[in-house]
């Protein structure tokens, strides 16, 4: 089998409120593999608020696109290898690793579809359901939207909410917390999210007045970069750590992992260069007691759930429209059921295409 072409989108795709008052948008950039055999792969990865989505797209059509036509595409981790070598002198991650990740999830595409699997019992399936939370809580939400939010993940059975906790003050960041709390009940897990917006001491004094809340997990404390002062982070405050997101690749997880900076890791399929790396962070994590809950785009993430003892919960952030993906997992009980289909399931639709798509 042989790669006969790959076509790049980026579709621009504006979100609803209270998510817009944060994040007016989100871009996919997305790669669709064709091959002289028929079976087709779609890959995309999510750039976050919509950011560098071109650069991506471009990254993609110049370097990697060119490198791949006339190649297998069943021999996914020789490109990957080959792929991720590539421009060493320009580059080590960012907007070619989103570029690598689109690649990588649709080659797998294609090898599922080959195999006629579902991505996650391909690579030895574990799971085929898998809970959530619900996440969003952005810093200019009120409390009113806040709320709103949170019941409303409640309500389709979610048993975990995350916020932000990105007021400057700390008290009020405690006021939001006890806000959800009050809400929510006693049963329902909170998870609260710096976004790296703090440093060690402050993320002390900030867990010290959220320790009465019993949250499930503390995330991504520092600098991601930071691995050091993030397992000074894990040892010095009496909430678990979450950390990984804006970390890349099996090399920065071990460090993350070798370091106790976290009790649960969260690589992103779209940035730790794809589903291939993602599984041998997930495997790695395994032999170290430590928890995979991925970042978002849960509707590709849930096949890596489902591949892992050691899956936790995939994330969701309810912003997609209706007519964006053909049969996006509905959360069901706080639980997605890992799509069926061979490859990882999902397809965007043609009308969003023509709505979306800006280059
Ligand atoms: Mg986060």
Known sequence: MKITSIETAVLRIPTAPPIA????????????????????GLGYSLAF????????QTYLDTRLAPALLGADPLLVERHWEALYRLDRGLKRQGIAAYALSAVDIALWDIVGKVAGL?????????????????????GSYSIADLVGEAE??????CRYYKLKIHHPDPRVNRERVAAVRNALGPDIGIMVDVNQKLDVLGNIRQARLLEEFDLV????????????????VARSINIPVATGENNYTRYEFRDLIERNAARYLMPDVCRA??????????????????LVSPHVVHELSLHICGA???????????????????????CINGAFTVPQRPGHGMQITSAAYAKYRVS
């Open 152 to 157: 409303r993940y409640a309500a389709l059975g």
């Open 273 to 290: 260069n794809g589903y291939s790396e993602t599984l041998k962070i997930g495997r790695l994590a395994a032999a170290h007691q430590v």
């Open 21 to 40: 008052l944060d994040i007016p948008e989100q871009a996919l950039v997305v790669a669709t593999i064709r091959t002289d055999e028929g079976p087709e």
């Open 308 to 330: 892992l003892p050691n899956g936790f919960l995939v994330e969701f952030i309810d912003w997609t429209p209706p007519d964006l993906f053909e049969e996006l997992p509905a």
């Open 49 to 56: 608020g919509g950011f560098g989505a071109e650069a991506i």
């Open 118 to 138: 579902p991505l996650y019992q391909l690579w030895g399936g574990y799971s085929d359901t898998i809970a959530t939370y619900g996440s969003g809580g952005w």
């Open 217 to 232: 997990w503390y995330e991504e404390p520092v600098l991601a970069d930071d691995i050091a002062a993030c397992a000074d």
